[in-house]
């Protein structure tokens, strides 16, 4: 399929609603092969509609368990909590800690237009909700309680390391 350019932060279509996809034909499905095939070259684990300038209510994820494409889907329980890192192909160079539900239940359409629903735990639900935050025009930076920054070197001195006597 195709490679689309990923949309980053400081464009409009992140910030924007989606609406919802009515029409379940080979277009879509086009799309949907698009942004997977995007989201793997880029690295990723998940990549949402706006993410390539499409503002419909669509997302691929694949965390280690396969590609899932999602059609509309809808959160529809949540259960526990965890805190763990993100980043974001949108917001690249960056990646910060946020709260996130530990379990996941979402209900989407298939790119066929079938009804499915999916429960998740842990990394898979982070994903989820990572993902379609997106599809509302919300950004992980809106919700991380904390940036994470790389190491920095210049402050690492050998001579403050212990020494053997």
Not at 130 to 142: A, N, R, T
Request: hydrophobic share 35%; with cysteine; net charge negative.
């Amino acid at each position: 399929m195709a490679i689309r350019k990923i949309v980053e932060i400081g464009s409009d279509k992140l910030r924007k609603v989606c609406k919802p996809v009515e029409k379940f034909d080979k277009r879509l499905q086009v799309l949907l092969d698009d942004m997977a095939d995007t989201m793997y070259k880029a690295n990723g684990v998940g990549l949402a509609g706006p993410q390539v300038g499409i503002l419909r209510r669509v997302a691929v994820i694949d965390v280690g368990d396969g590609l899932f494409k999602m059609v509309n889907p809808v959160i529809v329980e949540t259960a526990g909590e965890q805190r763990g890192p993100e980043g974001c192909l949108s917001v690249p160079g960056r990646s910060g800690y946020v709260v996130r539900p530990n379990e996941v239940t979402v209900q989407y359409q298939d790119e066929n237009g079938e009804p499915v629903t999916l429960h998740t735990e842990e990394f898979f639900a982070r994903a989820i909700c990572h993902e379609l935050d997106h599809l509302d025009g919300v950004l992980y930076i809106d919700k991380m309680d904390e940036e994470i920054f790389d190491e920095d070197d210049e402050y690492y001195d050998e001579d403050f390391e212990e020494e053997d006597e």
